[in-house]
């Protein structure tokens, strides 16, 4: 069973561009988390979101609760956008679960 | 600098042997989690600590022991390593609580361990 769907899983864009990864869920939650996983492995917190939207610089993240979806957007991508983007959410009195992450290239 | 740190960073083990991570976190947060990160998977919690003293199982226990030491020390231990323990297993903190809370995750840096 798997709480947490995101797409695409792999994504190649050119600098510059505007970037989309979304996030579904099935069940109701509490919040949801946005993170960013680098190459050399290390997890670091972007976003937590429970409504709304959330800006930090070039980073956007949304939530539709009626809908359950997020996106995390990227405006104006550069290369050390480069990473895996994971989705985890937590339903309501329960743990975080995590989706498989969003693989994103961005190619100068 | 604050944080979660991991210990070791990479390890090597053959079939049967034990061994320890840890782990600790100086933010004076209150929960701590293991998870462990294999291929095509979402990170998977092995087991968390609400509080100093408590610990439960998460979603895949088997063949892992926990201790909290105290408010900032969280161990996993593997008594007899199988490669299915193969894995990057990371540790992670948060001022809230397991179940609610407006508080995200802080991880530590990771531990790939290879079991042979």
């Known amino acids: 069973k798997n709480e947490v769907e995101q797409s695409p899983q792999n994504l190649t864009a050119q600098e510059g561009e505007f970037i989309t990864i979304n996030c579904s869920y099935s069940v109701g939650i509490s919040a949801l988390h946005w993170l960013q996983q680098h190459p050399g492995g290390g997890i670091v917190s972007l976003f937590m979101l429970s409504s709304g939207k959330k800006k930090h610089g070039r980073l956007i993240a949304t939530i539709n609760i009626q809908e359950k979806h997020s996106s995390l957007h990227i405006t104006a991508s550069h290369p050390r956008d480069s990473a895996v983007y994971i989705c985890a959410v937590r339903p309501v009195g329960n743990q975080f679960y995590f989706g498989t992450g969003t693989s994103l290239t961005v190619i100068p | 600098n604050a944080g979660v740190t991991q210990t070791p960073k990479f390890q090597v083990l053959k079939t049967g042997q034990s061994m320890t991570l840890q782990c600790a976190q100086d933010m004076n947060h209150n929960s701590m989690y293991w998870y462990r990160q294999d291929p095509g998977m979402g990170l998977r919690l092995i087991y968390y600590s609400a509080s100093e003293g408590t610990t439960d199982k998460g979603e895949v226990p088997n063949g892992y022991n926990v201790s909290r030491l105290n408010k900032r020390e969280f161990s996993l231990r593997l008594e007899s390593a199988a490669p299915s323990q193969t894995s990057v297993y990371f540790c992670?903190?948060?001022?809230?609580?397991?179940?609610?809370?407006?508080?995200?995750?802080?991880f530590g840096s990771g531990t790939r361990l290879t079991v042979v």
């Open positions: 992670a903190s948060s001022e809230g609580w397991p179940g609610g809370g407006s508080y995200g995750y802080t």
